[in-house]
């Protein structure tokens, strides 16, 4: 008989209370990313829905997204592709306004990052109220990608964030949830 599996992921998150600021809990994926084990535990879990479907392009949103996205592309056999602040990019861009907390940015990706009907899966450390993802898939979707799925280590779902992105017809997968901000 195989032995149970033990490893718990959640207890790889860090929590930081009150950063940045007053009311936060950062939830720390740093702890997770430098062991061995569960950095590969979470990689393989994200996907393993997506297990033997043809993945273009992993888009990870900067800058924790490119960690946790790269891993999965190289998994995956799929490209890479960053989606970041606005401006930060050598190459034409394409770019689209997003809601924060507090106001709004611009995220860009190269305008040919991806190709129109190139399916995609977009990846993020976290997704709290869903404005960044939700950013990020209009940005796929205006370039013509097909957007298969949201992965994210971390839901926070009291904000409302993988209901939003759900409701845009994009399956979202997590590993985990936290209560609270
Ligand atoms: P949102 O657009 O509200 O879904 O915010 C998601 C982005 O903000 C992700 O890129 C996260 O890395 C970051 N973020 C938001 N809240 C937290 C938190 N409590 N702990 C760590 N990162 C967070």
Redesign the pocket.
Known sequence: MTPPDTLDLRSYIRTIADYPKPG?????ITTLLGSARAFRRAVDELVQPWAGSKIDKVAG?EA??FIVGGAIAHQVSAGFVPIRKKGKLPYETVRVAYS??YGIDEMEMHKDGVAPGERVILV??????????EGAVKLLRNIGAEVLAACFIVD?PD?G?AEKIRKLGVPVRTLMAFEG?
Do not use: S
Not at 124 to 133: F, V
């Open positions: 936060i809990q950062f939830r720390d949103i924790r997204g924060l907390e993020d450390d976290l997704i709290a109220t869903g404005g960044t993802a926070l904000l964030g901000h």
